[in-house]
């Protein structure tokens, strides 16, 4: 029985890794379309901004309305539709040719995007004994590093001989075979044990989130899930940019941000052997508050060897506090509102998401500092981790509701 649990259980993670790595792949490769596009199309800050920013638009209506459908049709149903809608929607803005065009696609991935990442974890968090959930989350949103990984592979080989279209196109095809996967995949337990009469409506789903009850949990997260999302997608969105206008050449950004991005596995490794043994809460914090410290000196390096180590420490603490924010979020909730409630403070961070993106290089147009820009991102880091260390309650291990 043992032996088959643990075969079910890798082949889960396997199955929804692979999504969430297409996902990655796919996130991680806009960053340097951003750059690419700006020569093709001749594209302003502000316009390439916009990109990223519509992107997470997508997300968060995405992890919205997603994570009240989850409570209602089924994790696997929802993992299935995001998923599809995902991969197509990626495909398509291959052929994209005018700047509008690409954002209304953008928009569409988004919400598969969007929609997909606390939905899947959650049907993970729901599927593995309590002593081991922390641990597998982490390792799913591990995921996400390798498929960085290979975005920026795709991205340094691909993108300078045969074009952006081809990096698309290649981020697409794999994410359809991840969909024929899912289609056998069971859903959770935990979900299927809910009778049907028990599921609430969802406007009684959105009441019961923000009942006195959830409020201060609801409220950390929420917090918690702005600041982390406002910062990442600022700061690695712009990487490549950044690096350019730090004075490198865009291959030669492409090189550096690779580098920066191999430290994302063993940040994901760390806190995945660490959050079953310190906690949620150390994790986070410790995690969160290397983060901010990072982006700082990230910021006002005047060096290429300070630049290339703040980078690495940003990549290896940023990714292994998503991997802790992913384990903490559905282990809050009863079953009856588990994914309406991660989709709904997924959904407010994606605001950040929006904001961050477009705030450098308005930030930038204004002559602010590149340093200046990177403070910003500390600070909000900083406050997402005083939010857990003063309102949140540890879950180690914590059977769900």
């Given at each position: ?95 994209a040719t005018t700047l509008s065009f690409f954002l209304l696609l953008r928009f569409f991935i988004g919400m598969g995007l969007g929609g997909e990442l606390p939905v899947a974890s959650t049907l993970v ?133 690779l580098i920066m991005t191999l430290a994302q596995l063993p940040g994901y490794f760390t806190a995945a052997w660490l959050i079953e043994r310190a906690g949620r809460k150390f994790v986070l914090v410790v ?81 602010l500092s590149i340093t200046a820009i990177f403070t910003i991102f500390c600070i909000a880091i900083l406050i997402g981790a005083a939010a857990v260390f003063f309102w949140g309650t540890e879950t180690k ?5």
């Amino acid at each position: 029985m043992k032996k088959t649990q643990e075969i079910s259980e890798k082949k889960l993670l396997g199955i929804a890794g692979l999504g969430w790595m297409f996902d990655a792949m796919d996130v991680g490769i806009l960053s340097f379309i951003i750059a690419a596009l700006q020569v093709d199309w001749n594209l302003t800050g502000k316009e390439m901004g916009w990109i990223g920013s519509v992107n997470s638009i997508g997300m968060a209506v995405g992890a919205f309305v997603f994570g009240l459908l989850a409570d209602r049709i089924g994790r696997k149903n929802v993992f299935i539709i995001t998923l599809l809608l995902f991969s197509v929607g990626s495909g398509v803005s291959a052929m994209a040719t005018t700047l509008s065009f690409f954002l209304l696609l953008r928009f569409f991935i988004g919400m598969g995007l969007g929609g997909e990442l606390p939905v899947a974890s959650t049907l993970v968090a729901e599927s593995v004994p309590a002593e081991k959930r922390g641990r597998v989350v982490v390792l799913l949103e591990s995921f996400w590093a390798a498929g960085w990984l290979v975005a920026a592979l795709i991205s340094y080989f691909v993108i300078p001989k045969f074009g952006w279209q081809m990096a698309l196109i290649l981020s697409a095809l794999p994410a359809l075979y991840a969909l024929y996967l899912r289609m056998n995949l069971p859903d959770s337990p935990r979900y299927l044990a809910v009778e049907k009469k028990e599921r609430l409506t969802i406007k009684e789903s959105i009441a019961e989130v923000w009942s006195r009850e959830h409020f201060k949990k609801t409220a950390m997260l929420w917090i918690l899930w702005f600041s982390v999302v406002f910062s990442y997608y600022g700061m690695f969105l712009w990487l490549p940019s950044v690096m350019v206008m730090k004075g490198f050449t865009l291959i030669k950004s492409f090189q550096y941000v690779l580098i920066m991005t191999l430290a994302q596995l063993p940040g994901y490794f760390t806190a995945a052997w660490l959050i079953e043994r310190a906690g949620r809460k150390f994790v986070l914090v410790v995690y969160l508050i290397g983060t901010a410290l990072s982006a700082y000196f990230f910021g006002t390096a005047d060096s290429l060897a300070l630049l290339i180590t703040a980078g690495v420490l940003l990549s290896f603490f940023n990714l292994g506090a998503w991997g802790a924010l992913y384990a903490y979020t559905p282990e809050q909730y009863p079953t009856t509102i588990r994914g309406s409630s991660a989709g709904m403070a997924a959904s407010f961070g994606r605001i950040g998401g929006i904001i961050g993106p477009l705030m450098v290089p308005y930030l930038s147009a204004q002559n602010l500092s590149i340093t200046a820009i990177f403070t910003i991102f500390c600070i909000a880091i900083l406050i997402g981790a005083a939010a857990v260390f003063f309102w949140g309650t540890e879950t180690k291990q914590k059977e769900l509701a």
